[in-house]
């Protein structure tokens, strides 16, 4: 192919691959504050499970923590804009 192109006189150059540079390997995250506490419930657990890995995080990685900028926050408000919440409706068993 690279011959043809000599030949119709349009040498283009060939580019190589780009490298990308190595990565240092951090250990995994250490969850010892999810056992702690007693969970009732499957979705808490999953809630406390999420919550102490973004804290985990955020004290080992101070300088990654970005302020909530006004067009984020406008986005968030769009998602529940439409959402009506009655905070003195009755719980139903199945959501206890």
């Known amino acids: 192919m690279y011959r043809v192109y000599c030949v119709l006189k349009l040498n283009l150059r060939r580019k190589g691959k780009k490298r990308l540079p190595s990565r240092k390997p951090e250990p995994l995250?250490?969850?010892?504050?999810?056992?702690?506490?007693?969970?009732?419930?499957?979705?808490e657990y999953r809630a406390a499970?999420?919550?102490?890995?973004?804290e985990n995080d955020m004290q080992?990685?101070?300088e990654k923590l970005q302020p909530l900028t006004a067009s984020m926050r406008?986005?968030?408000e769009s998602l529940v804009e439409s959402v009506e919440i009655d905070?003195?409706?009755q719980l139903l068993d199945e959501d206890e």
């Open 29 to 43: 995250a250490v969850l010892a504050k999810v056992n702690e506490t007693p969970l009732s419930s499957d979705d």
């Open 49 to 54: 499970l999420i919550l102490s890995i973004l």
């Open 60 to 62: 080992q990685h101070p």
């Open 74 to 76: 406008r986005s968030a």
């Open 87 to 89: 905070f003195g409706a």
